[in-house]
């Protein structure tokens, strides 16, 4: 019985920690997807702020 809830117990942790490593790397994924849509969404306005800084500072570049 003891030996039983031992194991039972075990496996519990063990699917928790698997789990949990699962959750963390679904994370980082979410984080780094996060990370690339931000850039991409990021970089127009970027260039475009650049761009009219450019334009305020008096360069033409077209
Ligand atoms: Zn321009």
């Known amino acids: 019985m003891v030996t039983a ?3 039972v117990h075990g496996r519990i942790g063990r ?3 698997e789990l949990t490593t699962a ?3 679904v994370g980082l994924a979410f984080v780094a ?3 690339f ?3 991409f969404v990021q ?3 970027l260039h475009d702020s650049m761009h ?3 334009h ?3 360069i033409t570049c077209h």
């Open 5 to 7: 809830n031992d194991t």
């Open 15 to 17: 699917a928790r920690t």
């Open 23 to 25: 959750q963390v790397a």
């Open 33 to 35: 997807a996060l990370g």
């Open 37 to 39: 849509a931000l850039l």
């Open 43 to 45: 970089e127009p306005t």
């Open 52 to 54: 009219n800084f450019r």
């Open 56 to 58: 305020a500072a008096g």
